[in-house]
C-alpha cells in the first residue's frame, strides 16, 4: 500500500508559538472576512510616506533638470524661470515649475563608469545603496522603508510598485534579506511583451482576483482557507526556508488584502473625473493618482514607473532621437507629477511625502551626431527630492558649463539612499541582519548624506 | 497521451475497491543504449569543419578526464562519500532517507517536469526490487509514458537557460524559439553536452545565439563565459573586476576578440576609450595558433568544450548539481571565482573528470546525482545542523518553475489543455494558451531555486483566478467529478485520501485524516459533502505542499 510520512505528526507548542510568529496562524479559521474598519480618519501624527517615481531606460538630465542652453552639448532644449530665483529647468516643465520651492535638485550624481554604465547593475545600484555583488541580497529601498515605517497590522502592503520593468534586475525591487513580509504589490507590471496594454490602465491599476469565486459565499471561503492553514502548518513546521516561509507569507497577505476596505485604494474610478483628467489619462498619470490615494491608506513606500513611448518600454533609453522622446515622455510627467504635488497639497499630506524623481543613470552630455541621441552617463547626471522633508528650493551640485564633468559636491548610490532615508526620519546607519549572517546597515558605511537639503 | 484515460481508469479501480495490478505491465524497461540512440543523429547540418588545421592548444595543468571509467551507481557513492565525510568534520546529523512517495514525487518533478501520475506512483510504490529507485529513473527517461515528458521537461529547461539572461528578451524568446527542435533533437539523442555547445558556437544555430545578444561581440562573450565557463566575466568589461571575479579587462577583451566577425585573424577587438585593441587568447591564459582563414568561434569552441578545458565540464556538472540539489557546488552557479569556491571541490572536480570521460553524457549525471543518498533524504528538517543548504544534509525545497507547476496542476486536476501549439508565445510574443498566460504569470526567472518567491498576485490567482476555479470546479476538474461521484459505498477517507495522492503524492496523516472527514461528512459551510470535497481540493492545490518541490 502507499507509504507515507509518519514524521511530524502533531505540533508541539513551541512550533505553533513559532508559526504565530511568521504569521501563519495569525487568524482565527473563524472570521477570515469581517472587513476592516477604513483607519484613515484619524490621523493626528501622520506617518510619513515616499512616493519613488522611476524613468526606466535612464532619463536625460540636460534635456530635464540640468539644462545648459545655448552650449553645443545643451541642443535645442530651452529652459524656463521656476518660481524661485535663479533655478532654471527645460521647457517641458511649465507646471513643476511652479513647484520649485518644494523641490530640491542634485546635480551631480556620480554612480557609475561614465558612459559604459549598464540597465541592470545601475537599476540596482540606484535601488539599492549597494552594488549587486557576491552572495548578499541586498534590499531595495522600497523594502528597507515599508521596514522601517510600515506596521504589521497594516492590510495593504507596505510597499506597492507601480508599472514596475524588471526586466534589467528583478532583484532592484525586492526585499532581498529582509524577507517576503517587505516584498512589494506589484500591479501593471510591464514587459517587452505586453506593449499593447498601454492604454488599458485601469484593468492594469487594479490587483486582479481580489474576491473570492462569485458562486463562493463567505463562510466557505473562511472555511477554505481554514483547510489551507492545517496544511501550511505542517509543511512551514517541518521544511522551514524561504520557499515555504514566502509561500505561506503570500497567502496571508493576500487574504488580509481581500479583507480590507483600504483596498478600494485601487478603485481609480471612485476618483472625480476631473481629478483624474488633471493626472492625465495615462498608465503613469494615473499610476501617480493611484499612489496618492494608497499614501492616504498609510502606505510607506510607493514607486511609479514611467518609460513607455511609443510602444518602446524604454522610453528614456534616447539612444535614438533624445529630443522628440524626452519632449513627449516630460510632458506625462509634468502633468502628473504636478497634479501628485497639489493633490497630496490641498489634502494636506505633502508635507507628510517626499517624492523622489530618479533613473538608473542619465545620458551623455554629448549629442550623438547620427543618431541624434544620447548614450548612458554615470557620471555627473539628476536626481530631484520634493515635498516632505526637504528643503526645497535649492540645488546641489553642478556639471559645469558643458555638463562633462561634477564640479561640485559628487554623490554616490550611498550618498543618495542616506540622503533619502534620513529625510524620511530614517537613520541609515541602522544594520539589518543579512542573509549571509551580518548586520548590513540600511546604507553603506562611506555614505554621507546631503544634510542641507534635509529640512 | 493515454495516461489521463489511464488515471482515471485507476481511480475507479480504487474505488472498486480491486487489486491494484495496473493495466500496464508494471515492468519498466530501461532503455539506455546512448550509443545506439547517438547514431540517430539528428536530421541536422553538421558543425562546419574548419577549414584550416585548428590551434595547438597547449593542455592546461590540472584537468583532463578521468582515466578510469567509474559507473553512475560506483560514482554515487563515492559522491556520498564525500559529502558524509564533511558531514562528519562539521557534526552534521543528516536528516533521514525520504519515503519512497517523496523520492518519486521529487524525482518525477526533475525529470518529467511534473507530479507523478497517480499510476506510475502506485507502479512504484508496489514494486519489490531492491534497485527500483535507478529501475524508475531510467523509466521516467526512456519510458514509453515518459520519454516524451523528459525531452519536453529538459529542452525547456536547456534553451530558457541558453537564451536567458539577455538585454532583449523579446529578441531572445524569439531566437529560443526557433531553436526549440534543435534543442528538443539533441536531448531526445542525448548528444554529449560538449558537442551541442560546440553546434551553438560553430553552426547555423550560432546565427540565433548572435541575434539574442544583440550580434555584440561584448554581449556574446559575457554570456558564453557565464554559461559554458561558469564565471562572471561582464564586470571586468569595463574595468578590471574587483568583486572577487579577478578577471582584467584585457581578459574580457582578449576573449571578447573571439567573436568579432570583423576582427581578422587573429582576430582583435578594439577596446573602448583606449586606442589599443585586444587580440584574441582563450580564459586560461593560453593562445591559438592562427592559421590562415582559421574561423575564431571554431578555434574557441576548439578550446572550450575540449576534455581538458578546466572550466567547461566543472562549469555544467555544478549547473546540473544545482538543479537537482537546489544550490550549486560552487554557488551562485554562474560566478565561480577565488571568493566563490565549491563547498566539495573534490567533489566537483571528481565528477567532472568523470562527465567528460563519458563523453559529457547528461544523462550520467542524471544517474549520479538521483542515485545519491543525499538526493534521496527527506526534506523534513529533524536537527538544526540541517540548515545549511550547502552540506545536503535534508534535501533543499525548490521552488518549481512555471512550467512545472502548471503542468502539475494539470495532472492533478485532470484539465486538458487543448491546443496543440506548445509555444508560450504567438508571433507578437503575447502568451495565447492558457499554459502561456500561467507561464507569463508565475515566471520568476531570476530567483533562486530555494528562495523561490510567491508574491501576493500569484496568491490571488491562485485561490481566486478563473482558471483554478475551473480546476476546482465539481463540473469542469476531471478529478474531483470522478472521486465527489464515485459509488456511494466508498468512504468519505476513501475520496480524502484520493485527492491527497493525487496532489501531494501521499495519503493523508491520521490527524488530517479525522479533522478532513469530520469536515467533509458534515458537508462545510454548504452542507453538501461533494462541495466540502471541493473545498479540500482547493485547499490541498493551494497548499505550499503542492507548490514546491520538497
Request: charged share 25%; proline share 6%.
Amino acid at each position: 500500500m502507499f507509504g507515507f510520512s509518519r514524521r511530524s505528526e502533531g505540533l508541539s507548542r513551541r512550533d505553533w508559538l513559532k508559526l504565530s510568529a511568521l504569521g501563519v496562524c495569525s487568524a482565527s479559521v473563524s472570521g477570515w472576512l469581517p472587513a476592516l474598519a477604513n483607519e484613515t480618519a484619524q490621523n493626528s501624527q501622520r506617518r510619513k510616506s515616499c512616493i519613488l517615481l522611476w524613468m526606466n531606460g535612464g532619463a536625460s538630465q540636460l534635456d530635464t533638470f540640468d539644462p545648459k542652453p545655448g552650449t553645443p552639448n545643451g541642443g535645442p532644449v530651452k529652459v524656463i524661470d521656476t518660481n524661485v530665483e535663479g533655478i532654471q529647468i527645460a521647457e517641458h516643465f511649465p507646471k513643476l515649475a511652479k513647484f520649485m520651492d518644494k523641490m530640491a535638485i542634485i546635480r551631480s550624481m556620480n554612480t557609475g563608469p561614465g558612459q559604459n554604465a549598464d540597465h541592470g547593475q545601475e537599476t540596482f545600484q540606484v535601488h539599492t545603496g549597494y552594488q549587486p555583488r557576491g552572495a548578499i541580497q541586498y534590499p531595495s529601498l522600497g523594502s528597507l522603508v515599508a521596514k522601517e515605517i510600515g506596521t504589521d497590522e497594516s492590510a495593504l502592503p507596505n510597499y506597492v510598485n507601480i508599472a514596475p520593468f524588471r526586466q534589467f534586475n528583478a532583484d532592484a525591487a525586492g526585499a532581498g534579506f529582509l524577507g517576503p513580509k517587505y516584498a512589494p504589490l506589484m500591479v501593471a507590471e510591464t514587459n517587452y511583451y505586453q506593449q499593447q496594454n498601454a492604454n488599458d490602465y485601469d484593468k492594469m491599476l487594479k490587483v486582479q482576483d481580489l474576491a473570492p469565486f462569485t458562486d463562493l459565499v463567505k463562510e466557505r471561503f473562511d472555511a477554505r482557507i481554514g483547510l489551507l492553514q492545517d496544511l501550511e502548518k505542517d509543511f512551514v513546521t517541518s521544511r522551514p526556508g524561504v520557499a515555504a516561509k514566502s509561500h505561506a507569507t503570500a497567502y496571508e497577505r493576500a487574504v488580509k488584502l481581500m479583507q480590507t476596505a483600504a483596498a478600494k485604494a485601487f478603485n481609480l474610478e471612485e476618483e472625480d473625473a476631473k481629478n483624474r483628467d488633471r493626472y492625465g489619462r495615462t498608465l503613469f498619470g494615473q499610476g501617480c493618482l493611484l499612489a496618492r490615494r494608497l499614501v492616504e491608506q498609510h502606505v510607506p513606500f510607493i514607486e511609479v514607473t514611467l518609460g513607455q513611448f511609443g510602444g518602446n518600454q524604454l522610453g528614456w533609453d534616447t539612444h535614438q532621437n533624445n529630443f522628440e522622446a524626452v519632449k513627449r515622455l516630460s510632458g506625462e510627467l509634468d502633468l502628473a507629477w504636478s497634479s501628485l504635488m497639489e493633490d497630496l497639497k490641498e489634502r494636506g499630506l505633502l508635507d507628510s511625502t517626499l517624492i523622489v524623481w530618479a533613473s538608473e543613470f542619465g545620458r551623455t552630455p554629448k549629442i550623438t551626431p547620427n543618431s541624434n541621441g544620447r548614450e548612458h552617463w554615470a557620471s555627473g547626471w539628476s536626481t530631484v527630492l520634493a515635498g516632505g522633508g526637504i528643503k526645497g528650493g535649492q540645488v546641489i551640485g553642478n556639471t559645469g558649463k558643458d555638463g562633462m564633468k561634477i564640479e561640485e559636491r559628487p554623490v554616490t548610490a550611498p550618498d543618495f539612499i542616506a540622503t533619502v532615508v534620513k529625510a524620511l526620519g530614517i537613520d541609515p546607519k541602522k544594520q539589518n541582519m543579512s542573509n549571509v549572517d551580518r548586520p548590513i546597515r540600511i546604507a553603506d558605511p562611506k555614505a554621507d548624506p546631503i544634510n542641507e537639503l534635509i529640512a | 497521451m493515454g495516461s489521463h484515460k489511464l488515471k482515471f481508469l485507476v481511480l475507479g479501480l480504487l474505488f472498486a475497491g480491486g487489486a491494484l495490478s495496473l493495466a500496464r505491465a508494471a515492468e519498466p524497461e530501461p532503455k539506455q543504449e546512448e550509443k545506439a540512440a547517438a547514431k540517430a543523429e539528428p536530421a541536422l547540418p553538421a558543425p562546419e569543419k574548419p577549414e584550416l588545421v585548428g590551434p595547438v592548444i597547449e593542455r592546461p595543468e590540472g584537468f583532463a578526464p578521468a582515466e578510469t571509467l567509474i559507473d553512475a551507481p560506483a560514482m554515487s557513492s563515492r559522491i556520498d562519500q564525500l559529502i558524509q565525510s564533511q558531514w562528519k568534520a562539521k557534526g552534521v546529523t543528516p536528516a533521514e532517507a525520504a519515503d519512497d512517495a517523496e523520492f518519486f514525487r521529487r524525482l518525477s518533478l526533475h525529470i518529467n517536469g511534473r507530479i507523478p501520475t497517480i499510476t506510475q506512483l502506485k507502479d512504484f510504490l508496489d514494486d519489490t526490487r531492491a534497485d527500483k529507485k535507478r529501475i524508475w529513473t531510467e523509466e521516467l527517461m526512456h519510458g514509453r509514458d515518459n520519454a516524451d515528458l523528459y525531452v519536453n521537461h529538459l529542452s525547456t529547461f536547456w534553451r530558457q537557460l541558453f537564451f536567458s539572461q539577455t538585454n532583449n528578451q523579446m529578441q531572445a524568446q524569439y531566437a529560443g524559439m526557433q531553436l526549440d527542435p534543435w534543442f528538443r533533437n539533441h536531448v531526445k539523442n542525448n548528444t554529449g553536452y560538449d558537442k551541442v555547445v560546440r553546434e551553438l558556437l560553430t553552426g547555423q544555430q550560432y546565427q540565433q545565439f548572435a541575434q539574442a545578444n544583440e550580434n555584440k561581440a561584448e554581449t556574446i562573450a559575457g554570456n558564453t563565459a557565464r554559461l559554458f565557463l561558469g564565471v562572471k566575466l561582464e564586470c571586468a568589461q569595463c574595468h578590471d573586476d574587483k568583486s572577487g571575479g579577478n578577471w582584467t579587462r584585457m581578459q574580457f577583451w582578449e576573449y571578447a576578440a573571439f567573436f568579432n566577425r570583423n576582427g581578422g585573424t587573429p582576430p582583435t577587438i578594439p577596446i573602448p576609450d583606449k586606442k589599443t585593441v585586444a587580440q584574441a587568447r582563450f580564459l586560461d591564459g593560453t593562445s591559438p595558433q592562427w592559421r590562415g582563414g582559421a574561423n575564431s568561434q571554431t578555434v574557441l569552441a576548439d578550446w572550450m568544450t575540449s576534455g581538458t578545458n578546466p572550466f567547461f565540464a566543472k562549469a555544467v556538472v555544478n549547473r546540473m548539481w544545482h538543479y537537482f540539489m537546489g544550490v550549486g557546488l560552487v554557488d551562485p552557479v554562474d560566478a565561480a571565482s577565488e571568493e566563490n569556491v565549491p563547498s566539495h571541490p573534490e567533489l566537483l572536480d571528481e565528477l567532472a573528470r568523470q562527465f567528460a570521460a563519458h563523453n559529457f553524457d547528461l544523462k550520467y549525471l542524471v544517474r549520479a546525482i538521483t542515485g545519491t543518498q543525499a538526493y534521496q533524504l527527506t526534506s523534513a528538517r529533524s536537527h538544526e545542523s540541517q540548515d545549511d543548504p550547502r552540506q545536503f544534509a535534508r534535501f533543499n525545497v525548490q521552488g518549481m518553475t512555471p512550467e512545472q507547476l502548471f503542468d502539475s496542476i494539470s495532472e492533478a486536476t485532470g484539465f486538458r489543455d487543448n491546443n496543440p501549439i506548445p509555444n508560450r508565445f504567438n508571433m507578437f510574443g503575447q502568451p495565447n494558451t492558457p499554459r502561456g498566460e500561467f507561464i507569463a504569470k508565475f515566471s520568476n526567472p531570476h530567483d533562486k531555486r530555494t528562495e523561490t518567491k510567491t508574491s501576493i498576485l500569484q496568491a490571488l490567482f491562485l485561490m481566486n483566478g478563473k482558471q483554478m476555479g475551473d480546476w476546482t470546479s465539481l463540473e469542469k476538474s476531471k478529478t474531483l467529478e470522478t472521486v465527489a461521484n464515485a459509488a456511494a459505498s466508498i468512504s468519505t477517507s476513501r475520496r480524502i485520501e484520493e485527492l491527497f495522492i493525487v496532489t501531494l503524492s501521499r495519503k493523508p496523516r491520521p490527524a488530517e485524516l479525522e479533522r478532513l472527514v469530520k469536515y467533509v461528512d458534515a458537508g462545510g459551510p454548504a452542507k453538501d459533502p461533494k462541495k466540502a470535497l471541493a473545498d479540500v481540493f482547493w485547499a490541498l492545490l493551494n497548499s505550499g505542499e503542492f507548490m514546491l518541490n520538497h
